[in-house]
């Protein structure tokens, strides 16, 4: 299933719905790995928009596996799977979303966005490549270069 879904566009909006505006922000807990992610949505949705990429930004999901953003261009092009973590280190099997996703869609370009201080490559038991990037770096990278 590849459909859109409903983002805040502020982080502070996100922490005002949940009624956690005074709670202290822990790197590593599932409070931060969701406002990273949504903060990282937002900064694709605004850069989709200042470079003018044209880019459609979805979710893949099967309801055992997801992928946190698709961008598209359109039915005839290959879509981008990007997963998105708030932890330094990625593992393959932190990965099984985008291993379910490139089956679906074998010549998908992959990529994890993460806290990691450099770029890495982690190659899926399906053979596929991710593209680990820093999250400085990855939202630029991924909708410019990709």
């Known amino acids: ?37 949504q903060f990282i949505i937002n900064e694709f949705y605004r850069m989709n928009d200042y470079y003018m990429t044209d880019y459609s930004l979805s979710y893949y999901s099967t309801g055992h596996s997801e992928v946190d953003l698709v961008l598209a261009k359109g039915r005839g092009s290959n879509p981008i799977g990007v997963e998105i973590k708030s932890f330094s280190k990625v593992f393959q099997e932190d990965l099984s979303g985008l291993q379910v996703f490139s089956s679906e869609y074998p010549s998908s370009k992959l990529f994890c966005v993460c806290t990691a201080p450099k770029s890495d490559t982690i190659t899926l038991g399906n053979g596929n490549k991710v593209s680990v990037l820093p999250y400085e770096e990855a939202v630029r990278k991924i909708l410019i270069e990709s």
């Open 1 to 37: 299933m590849k459909s859109p879904k409903f983002y805040f566009f502020d982080t502070g909006v996100l922490n005002a719905a949940a009624k956690e505006l005074n709670s202290d922000l822990v790197s590593g807990s599932a409070r931060f790995g969701r406002l990273f992610e």
